[in-house]
Nanobody, 117 residues
């Protein structure tokens, strides 16, 4: 199982970024996918999640209306579109998949997002 995030960077407040997570090693279209983030000195928190077929999404309250999670099952990729970024969105963003109790869950290496003027 491999999850590879990309798309992070340094942006100014109010700008946008789109993160990508390329997945391999499992049947991507069969599993829900999630994005988490971890800011310095803080615990990792859920950002957004999407069901296997993409029909349902879920967001943390502070991201609702600004972030959009989506997926392309043909490309084995999940995305996170982030608009109206704020300095408090600065964090390392991780892609996650939970393959069940027996197999466990997997994380990517993370991609740094820094929002600063």
């Amino acid at each position: 199982v491999q999850l590879v995030e990309s798309g992070g960077g340094l942006v100014q407040p109010g700008e946008s970024l789109r993160l990508s997570c390329a997945a391999s090693g499992f049947t991507f279209s069969s599993y829900d996918m999630s994005w988490y983030r971890q800011a310095p000195g803080k615990e990792r928190e859920l950002v957004a999640a999407i069901t296997s077929a993409g029909g349902r999404t879920n967001y943390a309250d502070s991201m609702k209306g600004r972030f959009t999670i989506s997926r392309d099952n043909a490309k084995n990729t999940v995305y996170l579109q982030m608009n109206s970024l704020k300095p408090e969105d600065t964090a390392v963003y991780y892609c996650n998949v939970d393959l069940g109790v027996v197999v466990g869950d997997y994380w990517g290496q993370g991609t740094q997002v820094t929002v600063s003027s």
